[in-house]
């Protein structure tokens, strides 16, 4: 099937943020859109997932772009690009703008062409055609919808890596990942390392370890099996609870 129309779904806590994407929105020449606000500001949802899930069943899109609301697009063919781009891939489970894999000698490797924070800094190595990934990033991802209907995100309570965990439930159906080569502004440094994070992992290695003993993410290189593994994120969790008294106090 052929993709036409697109649904854009955000979740927003940041009025003045949202107008600025509006703005980069109505720029765009491809406008077959339907846009999914959700509201968070008295912080209705204590889960990513489950506001998407709640929101993204009833889109009438034929394609599903999740984003935060500080994405901005940096030409007016962004939305065309990602129609076309998808139209010509083979069947996959989750496109993203941002994504992680194995390099060489087994360290990660960061793909994208966008860049981030106010400066502007290119956030990874560009590409110039799609690229298969292990995991992508949260900013902005892309699921068809029929596929999406499919396989929806698994609800836990938590605002990290549901898109990471996405793309290991479509690795286990046996399904392609891919990063496209989109232009985008994403306005945060992309920062999302803290304590909270790493808990969340810790719950994701306990359910995806065996299947992936190492993780590849946007963030950091992840060893999830065995002593070293659990030795490894309690080492990082002891160092964001640090982190975070030493800010506190």
Known sequence: MMIETISIIMIINNESIYKGFLDSLNNQDFKKIELIPIYNYDQEFNSA???????????????????????????????????????????????????????????????????????????????????????????????????FNKNMFTERESWHLYAVEYCLKVLNHGDKIYVIPLNVWHMSDGKSLNYNYVLDLISLAKDYKDQFPVLYTTVKKWDLKGVSGFLYLRYYLLKQLIKNTIMKG
């Open 49 to 147: 997932s489950y506001a998407y899930n709640k929101y993204a069943k009833n889109a009438k899109g034929d394609l599903l772009i999740f984003m935060h609301p500080d994405i901005r697009f940096q030409d007016k063919h962004s939305l065309s690009n990602i129609i076309e781009y998808v139209n010509n891939l083979d069947d996959f489970g989750i496109v993203g703008v941002a994504g992680a894999k194995k390099g060489k000698n087994g360290e990660r490797e960061i793909l994208t062409n966008i860049v981030h924070g106010s400066k502007k800094e290119k956030a990874g190595n560009p590409i110039h055609s799609p690229e298969e990934v292990q995991t992508l990033d949260e900013c902005m991802f892309i699921i068809k919808k029929d596929y």
